[in-house]
């Protein structure tokens, strides 16, 4: 069993994010969807602590750095990750839908949006997003995932942040 935290969004909120890296526990992949992918170099030192082999994406709002997918395995349950704009996740999961068929993937997870969502696809396919640590569009609540993984499938959760400091 490996678990996996899921941030996106982050938007300069280094507090946010340090506070989903504690809260979270242990956990052995960090995966960041995009829009200040940058942030990720303020908790270096917590995720070598951590031994959280790292992933990330870049979003719209990054102009270097990361490429605009990535995909890796986990107990053989393959993940594929983009940040959502390009395939227009505001409108529609469509694509994103799409995208797990093409790549073969369990599971494709994103960000963009804002707003957590776990949804399936109709072939079973796991559509993932975690919300946002920096600028939430949910009642304001900062939201983080964790996917625990087994060789079984892929469990996801949404998490809210205890509290933003």
Same mark, same amino acid.
């Given at each position: 069993?490996?678990?996996?935290?899921?941030?996106?969004?982050?938007?300069?909120?280094?507090?946010?994010?340090? $506070?989903?890296? !504690?809260?979270? @526990?242990?956990?052995? /992949?960090?995966?960041?969807?995009?829009? +200040?992918?940058?942030? =990720? #170099?303020?908790?270096?030192?917590?995720?070598?602590?951590?031994?959280? $082999?790292?992933? !990330?994406?870049? @979003?719209?709002?990054? /102009?270097?750095?990361?490429?605009?997918? +990535?995909?890796?395995? =986990? #107990?053989?349950?393959?993940?594929?990750?983009?940040?959502?704009?390009q395939q227009?996740?505001?409108?529609?999961?469509?694509?994103?839908?799409?995208?797990?068929?093409?790549?073969?993937?369990?599971? =494709?997870?994103?960000?963009?949006?804002?707003?957590?969502?776990?949804?399936?696809?109709?072939?079973?396919?796991?559509?993932?997003?975690?919300?946002?640590?920096?600028?939430?569009?949910?009642?304001g609540q900062?939201?983080?995932?964790?996917?625990?993984?087994?060789?079984?499938?892929?469990?996801?959760?949404?998490?809210?942040?205890?509290?933003?400091?």
């Amino acid at each position: 069993m490996s678990r996996i935290l899921v941030v996106s969004d982050t938007h300069g909120h280094i507090s946010a994010l340090r $506070q989903a890296i !504690q809260q979270a @526990g242990e956990f052995n /992949y960090f995966v960041h969807l995009g829009d +200040c992918t940058s942030d =990720v #170099h303020f908790v270096e030192e917590e995720l070598f602590f951590k031994k959280a $082999q790292v992933y !990330q994406v870049k @979003g719209n709002c990054d /102009y270097s750095g990361a490429e605009t997918y +990535c995909e890796f395995s =986990v #107990h053989g349950q393959r993940i594929s990750m983009v940040h959502g704009h390009q395939q227009r996740v505001k409108s529609s999961l469509l694509m994103i839908g799409l995208l797990a068929e093409e790549k073969n993937a369990e599971a =494709v997870l994103f960000g963009h949006t804002h707003i957590p969502k776990v949804e399936y696809s109709a072939s079973g396919k796991l559509l993932f997003n975690p919300g946002s640590l920096g600028e939430p569009r949910l009642r304001g609540q900062a939201t983080y995932g964790i996917l625990t993984v087994t060789s079984e499938g892929i469990f996801p959760r949404i998490f809210t942040l205890d509290t933003v400091k």
